[in-house]
């Protein structure tokens, strides 16, 4: 992993920096500010975005309490 393929968050949903190109490819969002709310937001945003475009999964998550 090289600093020239990391990018903004606002950069990859705004089309100034290009994400993945397969599917075998990962994005790590990590955000150190640790206001939940704006991580709130920021999700809200991206799952808008994906299914405005037809892209991604949806999944049932179902946490394992044992």
């Not at 075998?24 to 999700?43: E, H, Y």
């Not at 809200?44 to 299914?51: E, G, I, N, P, T």
Request: charged share 20%; net charge positive; glycine share 14%.
């Amino acid at each position: 992993m090289t600093w020239d393929r990391v990018g903004e968050l606002g950069d990859l949903l705004n089309g100034k920096f290009l994400g993945r190109s397969g599917a075998a490819q990962i994005t790590l969002f990590k955000n150190n500010a640790g206001q939940g709310v704006a991580d709130v937001a920021i999700a809200s945003k991206v799952c808008s975005l994906a299914r405005a475009n037809g892209i991604g999964i949806e999944f049932q998550f179902r946490p394992c309490l044992s």
